[in-house]
């Protein structure tokens, strides 16, 4: 018997930075207080300037699914025209929370690995006039696969819509112009690149977004928006919030911006350059066709199951990586890079992936993954 750490290298929950978990030690504290209140307070002006916006930046205790979820609710009208863009398992989420709601859905689908195309969607803006949403996904985690937002964006804006953009897998590992490529809605949560346990969402609301908000008329309490915006301004959150995971999120936080959010970013796009490139080495074919930095999908080689890959990471290495979800399980593994994971996690996660795969009888060259990853680490230093 020998050591295996415990490793989670999905794309959320993402490994944790080890400051923010001690900081929830101190939650002792009472949320009506002037004391949480500056911490409140300090976190949402932060978490502001990490999205990189000048629009309102609101915090929920939920998972990211919460704010999705009140992005619609607070938003439109029932039998509102929207657009959805599917092309993954997330976007099948937009798809059924905007349904739940009773809005009228275009649905714009692409096969999983595939992206909606800024052509796809100017189509249908075209063919639905008085279409007052678009929506999607910035990194679809399902496929590992990333949208062209800005592109998608510059074509709402010249429409009434609000684009509304599940960014929560595409904050800190994507450029994300939030202002400048006209992004209304911007939907994160704490488990993914923000390095911190899942139960915290954020969304940043747009004038534009807020002009709807005016006139919405379905049903909701517990996200509200307009509530949250006025509590947060006071330093408070209009419920009993998740007080542990924001003292965790204020040093998160502090961390992400000494690093500068442009190279949290940097380094997530350098481990996924830099997996791709092994993959390649090891004769393994990429799922995306539109490949994200937050995770690579990576197809198993033929006649293998992926599970073979994932249950060898568990039980050789005690490492949880993810499998394909739905009809993609089986076929694929993926590789996590959105936070907290450095070139030493990347070393190990590909020599894992060579043993693991030579166990099984794919033809491997041990080392020639790795030194991939190496390439990729000395070319950009
Ligand atoms: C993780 C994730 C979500 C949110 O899921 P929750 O479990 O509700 O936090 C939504 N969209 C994408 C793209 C994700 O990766």
New binding site residues.
């Given amino acids: 018997m020998y050591i295996r750490k415990q490793r989670m290298l999905t794309?959320?929950p993402t490994p944790l930075y080890p400051p923010a978990l001690h900081a929830m030690m101190a939650s002792d504290i009472h949320h009506r207080t002037e004391e949480f209140r500056s911490i409140y307070k300090a976190a949402l002006a932060d978490l502001k300037e990490v999205f990189g916006t000048t629009n309102d930046v609101l915090c929920f205790t939920?998972?990211?699914?919460?704010a999705?979820d009140a992005s619609v609710s607070n938003l439109f009208r029932a039998g509102d025209k929207v657009i959805v863009c599917n092309a993954?398992k997330?976007g099948e989420?937009w798809v059924e929370i905007t349904k739940a709601y009773g809005l009228n859905v275009t649905e714009l689908r692409m096969p999983y690995g595939d992206v909606v195309t800024p052509e796809m969607v100017e189509a249908a803006l075209k063919a639905e006039r008085g279409t007052k949403g678009v929506f999607i996904?910035?990194?679809?985690?399902?496929t590992g696969t990333q949208h062209d937002v800005e592109s998608i964006g510059g074509l709402v804006r010249k429409t009434d819509a609000i684009f509304v953009v599940?960014?929560?897998?595409?904050l800190g590992t994507m450029p994300l112009e939030i202002d400048n490529w006209g992004l209304d809605v911007v939907?994160g949560?704490s488990?993914?690149a923000f390095m911190i346990p899942?139960g915290l969402?954020f969304m940043s609301v747009s004038p534009r977004a807020w002009k709807m908000a005016e006139t919405s008329d379905l049903p909701h309490y517990y996200f509200n928006l307009k509530k949250e915006k006025k509590n947060g301004d006071a330093g408070e959150s209009s419920w009993t919030p998740a007080t542990s995971l924001i003292l965790a999120l204020g040093e998160a936080l502090k961390y992400i911006k000494s690093i500068g959010m442009s190279n949290v970013i940097r380094n997530a796009q350098l481990l996924a350059q830099a997996t791709r490139e092994a993959s390649t080495e090891l004769g393994l074919e990429l799922f995306s066709k539109r490949p994200a930095s937050?995770v690579t999908a990576i197809k198993s080689p033929a006649g293998m199951d992926s599970g073979v890959i994932v249950k060898g990471f568990k039980q050789k290495f005690g490492a949880i990586i993810t499998n394909g979800q739905g009809s993609m399980k089986g076929e694929i593994f993926r590789l996590a890079h959105l936070g907290y994971f450095d070139f030493t996690d990347s070393f190990g996660i590909i020599a894992g992936l060579e043993l693991i795969l030579r166990a099984n009888g794919h033809k491997v060259e041990l080392g020639r993954g790795v030194a991939a990853v190496q390439r990729v680490y000395e070319a950009a230093q």
């Fill in positions: 794309p959320g939920s998972s990211g699914t919460g999705l993954g997330f989420r996904q910035a990194s679809e985690s399902s599940d960014a929560i897998t595409g939907v949560g488990q993914k899942p969402a937050s």
